[in-house]
């Protein structure tokens, strides 16, 4: 049988982006629109995205720098100061998730989360106007290989079975643990990012030191990825793409204290489809790019579609200042633009 | 009881340093004669230290850089060319160990070793001219955290068993099960560097990434510190001091691909001592700084004396533009110069 040269899908979802704000965010927000017809867009600015005000202010500032067909799906932080009151107000406009960042854990979660269990309250509130809570699953001060694990098991795993009214969406899930979690729960879901189908920490620290593969929550095993892979081409209902893509200047990257975060956007359906592709299973790449998410959303299916040709081409070293995921690699697969 | 304010050793042995040769060896040569009487003097330069010749050359261009109170004591790579005949000239001209890298698993291993068993005609001529075996215990290929664990079963373990007269040092042992081999083994000792006593994985990629904090093999688990830190303080007649001081310009660290390596050789002694102190086991640290190597090697102890003060200092960020271990801290302890 001839390889597969084509492939139309339907206008994908990023269900978790980094789209940052000012200048950063002209310069990268292009590499979002062109694949993804919405986007959920993190909240961890600097001031982060609290409240309904903040929400119409970051919304107004990603339209003013993209255009109509893109849709921005906006989140607020929860933070300790999170009322019942902020969620139903940033709910009204227009958030559909409410992203937790334990204290700590990652770029700009300084201001995160210490009383997990107090936030009950606004976990209700959430549940009851319909906002998703979107957790980075990571607990502080837990050695770094077993923070996931450790996260799920001491409070996603209760929470979930505590509110099963609350959908819950464990972000960019690196382990085992969070595939066996997802499985266990239906009112849980997860993201996977592009990268964590390929990376193990043997790319971070097991050759040179790559802080271009540095991320937080960090790449794991080998039995992890492949587990992640398994799950991703699975077809499961509540298992999705969100790149995490986050972008950082070269010079926050290689430095003597690096920021977490892989720039993946500009080849996140190329590198997925190189996945579905070396396992045969393309026809269900479009179940994880562009209707799982939105059926977990509860939020209608894109209509319009995109095509991936087989083609060799390689990933610039160098986009906007910001070093992509795969730089200089060749990729067997190239997107059109939607 | 009032704390001990001075200390002072018999003058200590690094069993494990990286010299490098050229300018950086001018360059940072005085951080390891200050605290060290002897030093065995790491082969992987470029190219490597292979034969008599280099030896000799080697060591005049040491000594060129040093003073005569400091002896360097010589090694060289043991490589897959490598012959009894080499071995033995080598050990004529003083190399009183052969250091053998797997085939890529750290700066400048290359031309590592590919066939390990096919060297046992090397390994008995080791044994015949009373040469150490000197190891870089990581298998390549393995998953990064459990490289050396492997490397030790798979090759330390029956080596030391199918020849008993062979002395072997696993060097900058980085985890419990190097430490469970030595006890196992009567012909094995290790080497601890001072980093190893203190960093564990989360050190480099469990906040912000630290290249500073990078090396090769990688620190482990904190149950793999801890257990190194026991080893270290326990007084055990085949664990000692190897600082694999290893400095690499600080633009070869802060990079798209960093060099593995931590330059410890100027706070060598004062965190060791910060770490014996803290267990309140003073009175053995100079056991493992001064003794144990030089009985494992069959070397005389050294005569002369080394004093370290209880007093606050700060480690400076940048030391010949090489960024040292503990850059920015404070220290509790300081030492003289021999």
């Known amino acids: 049988m001839d390889p597969i040269t084509t492939l139309t899908l339907r206008a994908p979802d990023d269900w978790h982006v980094h789209l940052r704000d000012g200048p950063m965010l002209k310069a990268v927000v292009w590499h979002t629109i062109k694949q993804f017809r919405r986007a959920l867009v993190m909240p961890n600015l600097t001031p982060p995205v609290l ?80 906002m998703i809570l979107s957790l980075h699953a990571e607990t502080p001060g837990v050695f770094v290989m077993d923070r996931e694990a450790n996260f799920l098991h001491q409070y996603v795993s209760p929470l979930a079975v505590s509110l099963p009214g609350l959908r819950i969406v464990v972000e960019h899930a690196t382990s085992a643990a969070a595939v066996r979690l997802v499985d266990e729960h239906p009112n849980v879901g997860c993201t996977i990012t592009p990268h964590h189908l390929y990376l193990t920490l043997d790319d971070v620290v097991g050759g040179a030191l790559n802080p271009h593969a540095f991320c937080k929550p960090i790449a794991k095993t080998h039995r992890d990825r492949d587990e992640l892979v398994k799950a991703a081409i699975s077809g499961h209902p509540r298992i999705f793409l969100g790149t995490d893509s986050a972008p950082h200047v070269i010079v926050k990257k290689e430095c003597a204290s690096g920021c977490a975060g892989v720039f993946c956007a500009p080849v996140a359906l190329e590198t997925v489809a190189e996945v579905f592709d070396r396992h045969s299973v393309l026809h269900r790449m479009e179940h994880f790019v562009a209707e799982a998410g939105a059926k977990f959303y509860g939020l209608p299916l894109n209509t319009g579609q995109i095509t991936l040709r087989r083609e060799t081409w390689r990933v610039p070293e160098d986009l906007q200042g910001v070093r992509p995921f795969m730089a200089g690699k060749e990729l067997a697969w190239k997107s059109r633009s939607l």
């Open 51 to 130: 409240t309904a005000d903040d929400v119409h202010a970051y919304r107004a500032e990603i339209q003013d720098a993209t255009f109509p067909t893109f849709e921005p799906l906006m989140t607020i932080k929860i933070t300790d100061r999170t009322t019942p009151e902020i969620v139903r107000a940033a709910r009204e406009a227009g958030a559909v998730a409410g992203k937790l960042y334990p204290e700590g854990v990652t770029t700009n979660s300084e201001d995160g989360v210490r009383s997990f269990w107090d936030l009950r309250p606004v976990f209700c509130a959430m549940r009851d106007c319909g």
